[in-house]
């Protein structure tokens, strides 16, 4: 809608009208309106959403800035289009590749007749979050892995990993976001991701929709196999990377929401992830 056919016919209808004005009459009524909407909204929420507590944002803001996978991603770009004070409308210009900032890897990204991101069914981009905190051995050992012990360990702590979760990997990486140490050292890339046999734990004894990693990869830096895309991709699962926040929901119940554009025959995409805790 908003091109610049759109632009042009604001622009001459302000030039010649000036600003669209709003009677007092108009004004009051409609604040009326908004007013009992206010009042009512906040009732319509909670009989909607029982039991929410909170709305997590999980997800970096999408920018040129965002790191990418060296020599494989190329760096997004924007520009501004239009402006407020020149067309009447403000609206930007984008280039980025599928894989950048808070994203969503889709089976196709790494299997050949994989689900593709219109293709996919929507009952697979919600479910309950278990988040696994390897945040302490993260910061001794850049290449460590999620392991089936971890598993393990946190269905010790609170049960089962239930069908159709998000298991989510907190190393504490996205606090190194901006800085070299996010992506590794002098020697090369170093960062931590789900081991392959976790990964194959998780396809093969539990019932997920996907899994979620606070780094560049939820395979870690050093592999040379990638065993963890394609154990995940290719049962049909998400892996969700660059994700945000962990920490925020690490003591709470939630259920993840993966908001993301249905991009045509896409590999996967940026995406905006939510926790809504209490659900």
Request: with cysteine.
């Amino acid at each position: 809608m908003c091109n610049a056919h759109v632009a042009r016919t604001v622009s001459e209808r302000v030039k010649k009208e000036g600003l669209p004005n709003v009677s007092r009459r108009s004004f009051f009524k409609l604040g009326s309106v908004l007013a009992a909407g206010a009042a009512l909204a906040p009732q319509i929420a909670r009989a909607d959403m029982h039991g929410l507590s909170e709305v997590v944002d999980l997800s970096h803001t999408l920018s040129p800035d965002n790191p990418v996978w060296p020599g494989v991603v190329t760096p997004g770009t924007r520009e501004t289009v239009f402006t407020i004070e020149e067309n009447f409308i403000y609206s930007q210009r984008w280039t980025f590749e599928e894989h950048q900032g808070t994203h969503i890897d889709f089976p196709a990204h790494f299997i050949a007749d994989g689900a593709r991101v219109d293709a996919f069914p929507t009952d697979g981009l919600v479910g309950p979050a278990v988040v696994i905190d390897i945040s302490a051995r993260a910061q001794e050992d850049a290449d460590t892995v999620v392991t089936v012990d971890d598993l393990q360990a946190w269905e010790m702590e609170n049960g089962e990993i239930p069908e159709g979760a998000f298991v989510l990997m907190y190393s504490g990486w996205e606090h190194r976001i901006g800085t070299p140490a996010f992506f590794g050292d002098d020697t090369g890339l170093h960062f931590p991701g789900f081991s392959g046999e976790a990964a194959n734990w998780l396809v093969s004894e539990r019932s997920i929709h996907g899994v979620g990693v606070d780094t560049l990869s939820f395979d870690h830096a050093i592999t040379q196999t990638f065993d963890a895309h394609y154990a995940f991709l290719g049962s049909g699962l998400l892996g969700i990377e660059n994700i945000a926040n962990l920490e925020a929901i690490m003591d709470s119940k939630a259920t993840i929401v993966c908001g993301i554009p249905k991009y045509e025959e896409g590999s996967g995409g940026p995406a905006r992830i939510l926790a809504l805790t209490g659900m």
